[in-house]
């Protein structure tokens, strides 16, 4: 069993113990030197907590310092009483309770109710201490989600042990068993970036991910790409190897997982993570680089942001520049041996390749697509190399992106030496490999791996069937649409609405604690200028992801809208997505349009039509835990925005049996 916190007891050992004997387990538990402010606060803690619980002292147990992995925090105490877990944030000294710490008190306990097995069907009531602070009104209520948690409470310090006795009075439920609760497994499921921030920090990818039975999890997959670098080093081999996965599973987390294990440059393992998507790079670096100063300053240090970020941008490249460093030297292999390539599929053909070196380069001779030229530059190593290409299936959204099928093609080509390794879900039509990928399955270096694939949706640890539901929703199965939907019902809400603004109140009243919420939008979505949505008006990913709900320019404000290209491999907890009339229903299929001066022309080229496609299918993806789907009502006043145009979307919707609201 993880020990998880830095103390625990049952209450009866706990009330036995003076102050300085429990300060003194806290801070050999410490991995960092204990400052007098900390160590003050834990006196008062243990001091004000043993008070409290003095009538408890048979009834539970209690935990400081309680390890929170996917947020790489610690809850300060965790109280077992009863039939309820009480999740206690205390802010000593401190006289007003603020929204922040409010939110803080609130993500633990939904992060222990959402990932903590034994959490799952207890009462918890999350409690946020200023010790300062004069009584205050309390109020003891679940929300709406009516899933056991207890909206925040806040308390002064005379007023904890009352707070004890009305939540015991409120909640009801069997007495919890603490050696059970101890053995619980924890299996968050963090977003990108705060997997990013955790693996960053040194914790592996068995401690912030699921591990269901119905799932080939992460460790499994990132073991058998790890075992495929070791042979391939200790046997002087090339390899290349495809990892695929449905939408949010978690293809870019074992990426991650891989190269921070050899983050150091004088590892023979040395590692870099590549990627062609600049939002996703920018982002992941701005909070690695936000988490290092932070974490630098607990710890005692004094971290500059321009330090770190030079550090981050090491570990996590974009794909283009890592290209143009080989560019400048043609003999010479890079200093990594395993370059791992997020979005593999998005790397640019040979068409759009040789425009840009032509262009951009003054190399009008170019005539190599990306994966082929990424592929040389690996192949420039004397002993060994490999490469790892994530793929996801339907995800070409942007001209000149060739597709999976142009590496394997590559490797025909010119690199018949290499060992592949191919997860047999890379014959799926949507991955749009399968001719490619029979022209070399015969070869005798050629190894199929069902581990390589992952099968099952992380990205929503609600409900696994979301991206099946928006691929039968865009593939028009109304049938197989309606079933899904409804295995969804309980536990992943998705309404529409004809009103933006009921949009917005419906993610707004769902969103607990930092919960991130958002509008996205198709890149093509021009007529949402009535609505306050300009896609041509330029918003900054990193404030809108990583920004709190104090800075207009977040998420959080509702305001700007992301497209596709902002948020392709990230994820929200709640989405608002707004359908405008570039993607549009008819009897006869969907239609795709363009806006273009002062009217919708007709896409007609076949890749552009996929392209719009693929970019409804990442914004209906992009929800951890629900969303909204607005179709504005249009205006038969303006041809631009006129009603027929809207009406067939949102009534194909209702038809499949979405809630309107």
């Known amino acids: 069993m993880i020990n998880r916190a830095y103390y625990a007891d049952d209450i009866e050992d706990f009330l036995n113990l003076s102050s300085d004997e429990i300060l003194g387990a806290l801070t050999r538990s410490s991995a960092f030197a204990i400052e007098a402010t900390q160590r003050d606060a834990w006196i008062a803690q243990t001091e004000l907590l043993q008070r409290v619980l003095n009538p408890y002292r048979n009834r539970g147990r209690v935990y400081f310092e309680y390890a929170v992995p996917r947020l790489g925090k610690r809850i300060d105490t965790v109280v077992l009483l009863d039939h309820v877990i009480f999740i206690i944030e205390f802010k000593v000294g401190e006289k ?189 670096r701005e909070a690695l680089a936000r988490d290092e100063v932070t974490r630098g300053r607990v710890e005692g240090r004094r971290p500059k942001k321009g330090e770190a970020l030079s550090r981050v941008k090491t570990f996590i490249q974009n794909v283009h520049h890592f290209r143009d460093e080989c560019l400048v030297d043609l003999t010479h292999p890079p200093i990594e041996h395993v370059a791992i390539f997020d979005e593999a599929q998005r790397a640019w053909n040979v068409e759009q390749t040789a425009s840009f070196m032509r262009r951009k380069k003054n190399r009008p001779d170019f005539n190599q697509s990306e994966p082929e030229f990424l592929m040389s530059c690996l192949d420039r190593h004397r002993d060994w190399a490999v490469v790892v290409c994530l793929v996801g299936g339907g995800q070409e959204i942007n001209t000149g992106e060739a597709g999976i099928a142009e590496w394997i093609t590559a490797l025909n080509r010119s690199f018949g030496d290499w060992h592949v390794h191919i997860s047999p879900q890379l014959n799926d039509q949507e991955y749009g490999a399968g001719i490619a990928v029979s022209e070399v399955a015969n070869r005798s270096n050629v190894h199929f791996d069902e581990n390589l694939h992952l099968s099952v949706s992380m990205r929503s640890f609600r409900a696994e069937h979301v991206s099946t539901l928006v691929k039968q929703v865009l593939d028009l199965d109304v049938l197989a649409a309606r079933q899904t939907l409804q295995k969804l019902a309980d536990r992943y809400p998705i309404v529409i609405t004809r009103s933006l603004a009921q949009g917005k109140a419906w993610i707004k009243d769902r969103a607990r604690g930092t919960e991130r919420y958002g509008i996205v939008v198709s890149s ?126 949102f009534d194909y919707l209702q038809g499949i049996g979405f809630f309107v609201i």
């Open 96 to 284: 007003d309770f603020t929204a922040s710490g409010r939110d803080q008190v609130w993500d633990y306990a939904l992060d222990l109710k959402n990932f903590h097995e034994t959490t799952h069907n207890k009462s918890v009531a999350p409690v946020l201490v200023a010790t300062g602070a004069k009584r205050t009104a309390t109020v003891i209520a679940t929300t709406q989600q009516n899933d056991a948690v207890l909206l925040p409470i806040y308390s002064s310090a005379d007023q904890l042990a009352t707070i004890f006795e009305q939540v015991l009075l409120f909640c009801d439920g069997p007495p919890i068993d603490s050696k059970k609760w101890d053995l619980g497994r924890y299996h968050p499921t963090p977003t990108i970036v705060e997997a990013a921030i955790a693996l960053y920090s040194g914790h592996d990818v068995v401690e912030i991910s699921r591990s269901d039975a119905g799932a080939v999890n992460l460790s499994q997959t990132s073991e058998a790409v790890a075992k495929i670098i070791q042979s391939s080093r200790e046997l002087s081999r090339k390899s290349i190897c495809f990892v695929t996965g449905v939408p949010g599973a978690g293809k870019t987390l074992v990426g991650l997982n891989i190269a921070t294990k050899h983050i150091s440059k004088d590892s023979e393992l040395y590692s870099v993570f590549l990627s062609g998507n600049g939002p996703l790079v920018d982002i992941l």
């Open 524 to 649: 093509q979505a021009q007529r949402l200028k009535p609505h306050a949505i300009d896609v041509r008006s330029p918003m900054d990913p990193i404030h809108w992801f990583l920004d709190g709900k104090d800075d207009v320019r977040s998420s959080y404000y509702l305001e700007d809208a992301a497209t596709e290209f902002h948020v392709q491999g990230l994820e929200l907890d709640w989405a608002c997505v707004v359908w405008d009339a570039d993607f549009r229903f008819s009897s006869g299929g969907w239609q795709h349009y363009s806006f273009v001066g002062s009217r919708w022309n007709h896409i007609h080229k076949s890749d552009r039509q996929t392209y719009l496609k693929n970019a409804y299918r990442v914004l209906l993806t992009r929800a951890r835990q629900g969303m909204v789907i607005v179709v504005p009502d249009g205006d038969e006043t303006d041809p631009t925005r006129h009603v027929t145009y809207y009406d067939p979307i």
